[in-house]
DNA sequence: ACGCAAATGCAAATCATTTGCATCTAAATT
DNA sequence: AATTTAGATGCAAATGATTTGCATTTGCGT
């Protein structure tokens, strides 16, 4: 992912090339982590760009607005994660021990989707599936 | 689900008999509908039951703990719904257009579930699995 | 009826996120 | 290259869901 593939993804999207776009888009591509908001901006700092925490939530709803991010809500956190959206489908392994979330590439779900739409008369756009559990090494420490 | 059966819930669990727990557990064991905090204390009020909403927070936060109740959260929205613990699992079908929340009582998961054990490492506990579309009625007005 | 731990009401705090407004900047236009 | 202006940013204050501290009340064992 080069810069300029970066810039190009911004100005395709009708949106001005700002340094903070492209130090999100590029911090978010090296990745596959899930970074919340407040990770966002502490990273950025820790690398002496000093954005607004309101320009960074800006920012990634703009990003998200626009695919070039996805947002992510996890089942008992509070913030949103962001990732960057390889338009990839696919799910997440969470581990309740350490909090590490895993992408799992693969998917389950698509002829299920086909029996219930023809059940129950739903158009599907979409799902979400998470499994949640303990990791290799947070299941050594569970006694 | 008597009030008998309800008073016995709460005792069993070790907590005290009072009517605010018990009008929140009659109202959710008689609908399969996901409700919020807030409209919580909205129904109750149209019954003329003066609950703080402190207090229903502190209500649900106790029957979700005692596993009376199961909090549900959804792609989008920020606050948690609520929904009365049959001990069925289950899975929602969310429309886009009217936030209809359908539950569905069928799994899609399990044979998976141990094939991405086996795979990973990991000790799965749980999944969570939504599907979002548009409702027969809202799939109409879809232009 | 009494006593105490648990439950409740109320107001204030918290936390993630959003917003209003003044200022600044990218980039199109002269 | 200077000018223009819509869009981007910083800052401080607002928001909305949820939580908490503390005084008061209530359920329930004695
Ligand atoms: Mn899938
Ligand atoms: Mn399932
Ligand atoms: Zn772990
Ligand atoms: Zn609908």
Redesign the interface.
Known sequence: MTKERMVNRIIGAGLKNTKYRVNIIEMLSKTDELVSAQEIYNRLLKKSIFINLSTVYRTLDILVDNKILNRV?I??EKQSFYEYNRDIHHHF?I??GCNKI?P?YDC??ED??QK?KSE?????????????????EC?KNLI
């Open positions: 809500t089942e008992g392994l581990c309740r895993i799992i389950p779900l299920y989707e219930l129950s008369g739903f158009v599907i756009t979409g799902h979400r599936v998470e499994f949640y559990g303990y990791c290799d299941r």
